[in-house]
């Protein structure tokens, strides 16, 4: 079944209606939901069909065999058709109007029987033929329109044959639609109700569906929203905190090993003082994004783990290819240009120190220790000057 897509406008229930992009999820769910009962309706109506024949060798003997040879033809012919429409092409129409068709095509049957015979009890055994449109009608679970048109079919064919039996009397017929119409327009509604039913319970599914879908997308957002720093759209502390773990029990279970990179900004702190929070914010985001876009995809992952300090996690195992990344990621910063004229040394733009190991480092016996090792690591960059890469060489 297809689900409505999160953000939907919640589903009409203007008297049942399935609106046209639903339908093929509607037929979907009919055949799903309502399949078997379709197919038991089949097999009981031609099971009560079959059965028919001891009335016929009572009322109409004449006929008896005449009965029993067109009832077992018309029982293998719907067995045949059966197999056809559930097991083959199983189109939810089809399946739906097929005990309907063959009570017409058996209400016609059996009134050739009637007019055949010479028995005095037709008269009175032509009121079965109410059964004929009362199991068409209760049978129906998806279209009112053609078990409507199926019922009028079966009415025609039954008030025209009984117009014939009686030599075209209007009052035989008159009594017997008095009859006869009430039991029609009552099996009408109950499959009216009974459609509408099926209709309510697939939007009410759909609605459901509607609302799960737009909780677990909320809920989605929420949890990103968790694990993403609100101003640079990188993974905030949280969400590094919980990668970092993971990579280590990830290394644990594969043995494969990984690697971090600690980043400041450089005198950041006059930056900010001098230039404004406003732009101060504009070069955090600048500066991420800088980060992310020196990485192939799938490379590694970004976070600002607070203030102007960035992390990065890499599936990279080789220290020397380690500086080298972290070289390529400084100088990438650095050729971003951002004007800071107010740092203390004789650059006039925007820098960063790195600070960068692998889990190989002998030190690096838990997942804390890596991120204190480089953390010791940019220490060590800052204090030879800012601007450069200070990485583990075993």
Not at 177 to 197: G, H, K, Q
Not at 198 to 215: I, M, P, Y
Not at 356 to 365: F, G, I, N
Request: hydrophobic share 45%.
């Amino acid at each position: 079944m297809s689900a409505s897509t999160p953000g939907q406008t919640p589903i009409k229930r203007t008297r049942h209606v399935i609106p046209a992009p639903l339908q093929p999820a509607y037929q979907r769910y009919v055949v799903e939901q309502h399949g078997r009962f379709l197919l038991a309706i089949n097999f009981i109506a031609m099971f009560a069909y079959d059965l028919y024949v001891f009335a016929d060798a009572l009322l109409i003997a004449d006929m008896a065999m005449e009965s029993l040879l067109l009832r077992g033809i018309l029982s293998l012919i719907g067995l045949c058709n059966i197999y056809v429409v559930f097991w083959r092409y199983r189109n939810v129409l089809l399946m739906d109007m097929l005990m309907p068709i063959h009570d017409i095509i058996s209400t016609i049957a059996w009134f050739e029987l009637l007019k055949r015979s010479q028995s005095p009890d037709v008269p009175t055994f032509v009121y079965a033929s109410v059964v004929f449109v009362i199991l068409a009608n209760l049978g129906a679970r998806y279209s009112f329109r053609g078990i409507l048109a199926c019922s009028c079919a079966i009415s025609t064919i039954i008030l025209y044959n009984l117009w014939l039996l009686h030599d075209g009397q209007g009052k035989p017929v008159l009594v017997f639609s008095i009859a006869y119409l009430p039991v029609l327009l009552f099996s009408l509604f109950i499959s009216w109700t009974n459609i509408n039913e099926v209709r309510r319970a697939f939007l009410d599914d759909q609605e459901k569906q509607r609302q799960r879908d737009e909780l677990a997308a909320l809920n989605q957002r929420l949890s990103e929203q968790a694990r993403t720093d609100a101003l640079t759209s990188v993974g905030n502390r949280r969400a590094f905190d919980r990668a970092l773990d993971e990579h280590w029990q990830q290394m644990q279970r594969n043995g494969r090993p990984f690697s971090l990179l600690l980043l400041d900004i450089d005198f950041f702190k006059p930056f900010n003082d001098h230039y404004g929070h406003q732009v101060g914010d504009q070069s955090l985001c600048a500066v991420a994004h800088g980060i992310s876009a020196s990485l192939r995809h799938g490379q590694g992952e970004v976070f600002r783990y607070g203030g102007e300090e960035f992390v990065v996690l890499l599936q990279i195992a080789d220290a020397e290819e380690l500086r080298a990344l972290a070289e390529r990621l400084r100088e990438h910063i650095a050729d971003l240009a951002i004007e800071h004229l107010h740092r203390p040394d004789s650059l006039n733009h925007l820098t960063i120190s790195i600070g960068a190991s692998t889990t190989q480092a002998t030190r690096v016996q838990q997942a804390q220790d890596l991120f204190a090792h480089c953390d010791n690591l940019l220490y060590e960059a800052k204090q030879q000057g800012r601007n450069r890469v200070c990485a583990h060489v075993e």
